[in-house]
């Protein structure tokens, strides 16, 4: 659990929240979301142009999930050693 809980936990979140300013956490709660809806965007472009189901807009939702996940503690807490 080690390495999950290292590179796709909350510590970059907590490290934001403790260093970071707070226009620096909003950033990056906009960016999630904008990169969430171009996750969903070019998913639906790339399945041929129809809706996509709930089943698949979750699974986009969680890859895009872990994906920030790891970005923000390759940043804020990984990156840094």
């Known amino acids: 659990m080690g ?3 290292e590179w796709f936990g909350f510590n970059g ?3 934001l929240s403790t260093r970071g300013s707070i226009a620096a956490t909003i950033a990056y709660r906009v ?5 969430l809806a171009a996750a969903i ?3 639906t472009f ?3 142009g ?3 189901s709930l089943v698949w807009i979750i699974v986009v939702s ?3 999930f872990l994906m ?12 840094s050693r």
Request: proline fraction near 3%.
């Open 68 to 79: 920030f996940q790891f970005m923000v503690n390759l940043v804020f807490v990984n990156g």
């Open 46 to 48: 790339a399945s041929g």
């Open 50 to 52: 129809e809706d996509p």
């Open 62 to 64: 969680v890859v895009w």
């Open 13 to 15: 979140w907590k490290a």
């Open 3 to 5: 390495f999950i809980q």
């Open 41 to 43: 965007m070019t998913y």
């Open 31 to 35: 960016f999630f979301i904008l990169g």
